[in-house]
């Protein structure tokens, strides 16, 4: 079975600084798709960025980053020049492709402090 | 930039009583999912939608539960009978029109609160 773990419940980071959300996951598929969302405090859940599995180059989308181990199966996000704006719960996710869902980690509430 | 709603955004009911909670996904998209998430804890999958049918569920999708589109803009779930544990954020998302789990858009989400 799939699953996504992400093992830091809570961080914290001072604005303009650089953070990053750590997230592994095991899976015995070879194509598959990696995701981070974000969830504010409104609880809308908004994507921040993806990653094909079969795509060796690290996504990145103005300020977030992603260091992709497919090996180490880890895929982790990095926040540059944190903002107060960026406070709030992020959540790993997969999708297998021929599963057709998305299988989410637990969060990692994020604190940005001035 | 198109995005995908959800009515209402918070509804409360009693235990026992059915509710229907609304979405309009996003209008060339394909695919059509509900997840849960109670508070306090992760975001958890119900089913997936393509071609006026459902593509997977989970275990939590039980028979209390269904999904429908009835008019070709609206995706519905429906719990018949609602329980306390029912108490959770359900959002809906949507994807496509290419490859189904290329990316998922989501709703802000309806809080639903069973007493």
């Known amino acids: 079975a799939q699953t996504v773990t992400q093992s830091q419940p809570e961080m914290s980071v001072q604005e303009a600084e650089t953070v990053t959300l750590s997230c592994t996951y095991d899976?015995?598929?070879?194509?598959?798709?990696l995701f981070w969302y974000k969830q504010p405090p409104s609880r809308q859940m908004i994507l921040v960025i993806r990653q094909e599995a079969y795509k060796q180059q690290n996504a990145t989308e103005n300020r977030f980053s992603v260091n992709f181990q497919k090996a180490a199966k880890s895929f982790s996000l990095k926040i540059s020049d944190s903002q107060l704006g960026d406070t709030a719960m992020y959540f790993c996710?997969?999708?297998?492709?021929?599963?057709?869902?998305?299988?989410f980690g637990t969060g990692t509430l994020l604190a940005v402090q001035p | 930039e198109p995005e995908v709603t959800q009515t209402p955004s918070h509804q409360v009911t009693q235990m026992g009583q059915e509710v229907i909670l609304r979405c309009v996904p996003i209008?060339?998209?394909?695919?059509f999912y509900w997840y849960r998430q109670i508070l306090g804890q992760k975001v958890e999958f119900l089913v997936s939608f393509y071609n006026n049918e459902i593509s997977e569920k989970s275990e939590i999708f039980d028979d209390q539960f269904s999904v429908e589109r009835p008019d070709g803009s609206n995706f519905t779930l429906k719990i018949r009978s609602t329980k306390l544990e029912d108490s959770a954020m359900y959002f809906c998302a949507s994807g496509g029109p290419g490859q189904a789990t290329y990316e998922q858009y989501f709703g802000p989400g309806t809080r639903l609160t069973v007493t």
């Open positions: 996710a997969f999708d297998g492709g021929a599963t057709n869902k998305l299988i």
């Open positions: 899976t015995s598929e070879s194509n598959y798709y």
């Open positions: 209008s060339n998209h394909l695919y």
